[in-house]
């Protein structure tokens, strides 16, 4: 384990040595004076709704040893006040950033395993970090801290860990290609390539590009490829002379196969089926699309050679992050899935197939806008009031402006007037649901994350509890 030295903080940042001990070890680092701890290194960075220099001084006082900022005045009373800490002033602290994770990622020589995907990052990140932890001492993105400040972040924080599981998201071109040039990864992982950003990047095809862009990181990554995804699938087959690629899939034939699959409300078995032989997989979770996640989990274990004991003991004990499927059982047999921090068309499809395994239960879905679809909104949600129709789901609930149309098509496809409902509030949403629901009943919560359906879900599970 190697640590950064503040002169090395001041070479690599271009930055200017205020005051301070050149010989400063940064252990650990934060951006946010809110949660920050005795002895960290505070970068102050500056976003569209806030401004981390205004702070420097609150984070000396909270306990930071080091500050490294921009665009503010150090006047001699502050520096005789702050005598014993050290202060690097920068031009731009975003690009600061960048250049101290790059720098302390290069002291690394360990597997750093990066997902990206339209959708499944996040639960494919829980699970391959848990069969990776099986092996190494691992660091992983916590929550959604997959963009151009968390990242480089996560990075920082390396202490003597022996892996890193991290998530890569992106909304436009070019992101992605920020995020691997950091963090230099050793196995990359393209869960799947949908709809999510298509207002952005204009077709599937450039968030293809997009996704693709995760493999500019270095030079030979092993690649894992979600097979039964149609570009995916067409980008291996005309890659797989070129590239080291791991396939998985359920459907098409692939390295990875899952076979006699048995899905259940809370957990599903199924046998790996592989050229070097069959193990048998217990997941935690319900639902097709977290077997796609265990096989991949596998495929990063082959490629790190752990042990199979091991790869299905990781696959059978990880956790999910919260707000995804995040099962809530109340009593009477009423669960609330909050599954509310994101969605697209395809994870909605997964959430609703997953549903559908409660084959003795009323399903109700409480569902939101997709944002950021731009031209393509009223057709894909037009899309997902098809599928709620096709899963039989028993009550659909609607809210925000483009979900007009989920609700409009679920009727036109064949849904009753009494199974489909449309409120402008939230308010009005859970009104209706504390009047209808009764035991047995399964509720799931979904929209993009800007619609805020996680505080639904947890209201509603607040006000189904005191009911009981």
Known sequence: MKNLKLKEIVEVT???????????????????????????TYIAIKGEKFDGNLFWQQALEKGAECVIASNIEYESKDLEKYKDKNIIKVENTLEALYSIAKLKRSFYEIPVIAITGSVGKTSTKDIVANVVSQKYRTRKTIGNNNNNIGLPFTILNLQDEEAMVLEMGMNHLGEISLLTSIARPTICIITNIGTSHIG?????????????????????????????????????????????????????PSQLNAKDI??????????????????????????????????????????????????IKGIHEFELTKKRMDITEIKG???????????????????LKYIMEFKNNRKIAVLGDILELGEYAQKIHEQVGEMVYQNKIDVLI???????????????????????????????????????????????????????????????QKKLKERC
């Open 398 to 460: 609607g809210n925000g402006k483009n979900a007009k149309y989920m609700v409009e098509q679920a009727k036109k496809a064949g849904m009753l007037p009494d199974q489909i409902y449309y409120f402008e509030s939230k308010e009005e949403i859970l009104h209706k649901l504390i009047q209808m629901v009764k035991p047995g009943d399964v509720i799931l919560c979904k929209a993009s994350n800007g619609m805020r359906f996680f505080e639904l879900a947890e209201e509603l």
């Open 200 to 252: 952005n990047l204009g077709s599937r095809e450039n968030i293809l590009k997009a996704k693709l862009e995760i493999l500019e990181g270095t030079e030979n990554p092993t690649i894992l490829i979600n097979n039964d995804n149609d570009l995916l699938h067409k980008w291996q087959e005309e890659n797989k002379d070129k590239r080291r690629i791991i396939t998985y899939g359920i459907h098409e």
């Open 333 to 351: 047999n009423i669960k609330v899935i909050n599954d509310a921090y994101n969605a697209s068309l395809e994870s909605i499809e997964a959430s």
């Open 14 to 40: 271009k930055g200017k040595l205020i005051q301070g001990n050149p010989e400063f070890i940064c252990k650990s680092f934060s951006k946010d004076t809110r949660t920050i701890q005795k002895g960290d």
């Open 262 to 311: 048995q899905l259940k409300d809370d957990s599903s078995e199924f046998i790996c089926h592989s050229q070097k032989g069959n193990i048998k997989i217990q997941v935690p979770v319900g639902g097709e699309h977290f077997i796609l996640n265990a096989l991949c989990a596998i495929g990063v274990g082959k490629a790190l050679e752990i042990e199979n004991q091991k790869i």
